[in-house]
């Protein structure tokens, strides 16, 4: 499969719907569609999930319901088998906690004419002193 042309158009698509899915906590468990039952990975602040069914256990169990999100910058590649890695910079609020900067790196794996997201890495971008 050759590289996908798209990438940049497809990294910022794709993070615009997840996120109006994810920060809506009446929708917030939909996010799941994005993941394959069995071939999906989240690292959520450095605790590793398998399949869609674990991962939605993960978003259900977050106990927050407001998030006010700021996305400084979004960096797109295409990956050799047609896909395309996501590098999401950002800033985001919880509920009235304090605001923090995040990462978010996903990899979206092509499926007939669509995606799903092979892997998803999050974390706060805290520094402890």
């Known amino acids: 499969m050759a590289l996908n042309p798209q990438y ?18 009446e929708n917030r468990a939909n996010v799941v569609n994005f993941y394959s039952a069995t071939d999906s990975f989240m690292t959520f602040e450095g605790h590793q999930i398998q399949g869609a069914p674990k991962i939605l256990e993960k978003v259900q169990s977050l106990s927050f319901q407001k998030i006010t999100r700021v996305i400084t910058t979004v960096d797109s590649q295409p990956t050799f088998d ?44 805290l520094h402890d002193v």
């Open 8 to 25: 940049e158009d497809i990294g910022k698509g794709f993070v615009q719907q997840y996120y109006a899915i994810f920060d809506d906590p």
């Open 82 to 125: 047609g896909g395309v890695l996501i590098n999401v910079l950002g800033r985001l609020q919880t509920d009235e906690d304090q605001p923090h900067a995040y990462i978010q790196t996903f990899v979206l794996k092509p499926v007939g004419v669509s995606f799903f997201v092979q892997h998803d890495i999050f974390r706060l971008a």
